[in-house]
């Protein structure tokens, strides 16, 4: 039996989601909390599997209970709850937390479930409480050490220094590592700002690479450049992009 606690200083929001929730086999309420205060404590009382959490609470925030329960030896699965907000939702996805948008979708909130089935079946153990970690410490300027990749039922860290090059790929995003390349569903753009630029360039719209794998820039056509990585991988390079790689590669010009 799953057990959950629905946090949430709105009455309204705490009744939509418990009866949601309440069709749902095999899962149970353990606690229906208005305050991450109140919440505090029926955790200790009754430890919880699952954690809907509401984000913005007044007089204290869900984020400051989520990092309290990120310390833990076996954190719970926490699900965001919270209103729209596009960057807010940009950093779940990038630390491969689960949220749901208020006012909460039927299908959303079974592919949250299925999602957190798979997780306690697989005991995410480490690698959750560091995604957890990451995203409760993090500042959204903040450059990032490690991705957290979600797979089916588990969370995969993957280093940040280990990441060769970049690709952007439809709704993914490619992370070319030495021996195998990991699809981490977010977009190009918003990893982009979470890598540092004395160790990443962009090169291409579709494309950012690790400075120290800059090899050997190429003209292939009316103002077309190939460029070659240390890696042996080829990529196109933008002509926006290309003054910056050659000073990177320490040339004025080919």
Avoid at 16 to 31: E, F, K, M, S
Avoid at 68 to 77: A, F, T, V, Y
Wanted: charged share 20%.
């Amino acid at each position: 039996m799953t057990g959950y606690v629905i946090v949430d200083d709105e009455a309204p929001g705490r009744a939509n989601l418990r009866l949601a929730l309440q069709a749902v086999p095999g899962w149970r309420l353990l606690a229906e909390c208005d305050s991450a205060a109140a919440a505090r404590s029926a955790l200790v009382q009754t430890p919880a599997d699952v954690v809907f959490l509401d984000i913005q609470m007044p007089r204290e925030s869900g984020l400051e209970l989520a990092r309290e329960l990120s310390r833990l030896p076996q954190p719970p699965l926490i699900i965001f709850v919270t209103a729209y907000n596009t960057h807010a939702v940009d950093a779940f996805e990038v630390h491969a937390l689960d949220y749901l948008l208020k006012p909460i979708d039927d299908r959303r909130l079974a592919q949250a479930i299925e999602r957190a089935n798979a997780m306690l079946a697989s005991r995410h153990g480490d690698s959750y409480r560091a995604a957890l970690q990451g995203y409760t410490t993090a500042s959204h300027t903040q450059y990032m050490d490690s991705f957290s990749i979600r797979s089916v039922g588990y969370i995969e860290q993957v280093r940040v220094r280990d990441v060769l090059w970049l690709h952007a790929a439809g709704n993914y995003v490619e992370l070319h590592l030495a021996a195998r390349t990991v699809l981490h569903r977010v977009p190009l753009s918003r990893l982009e700002q979470l890598l540092r630029p004395e160790e990443f360039l962009r090169v291409h719209r579709t494309a950012i690479v690790r400075r120290d794998q800059l090899l050997r820039l190429a003209v292939v056509g009316d103002g077309r450049y190939q460029l070659t990585l240390a890696c042996g991988a080829q990529l196109p390079a933008s002509a926006r992009y290309v003054q910056e790689l050659k000073a990177s590669l320490g040339f004025a010009g080919q």
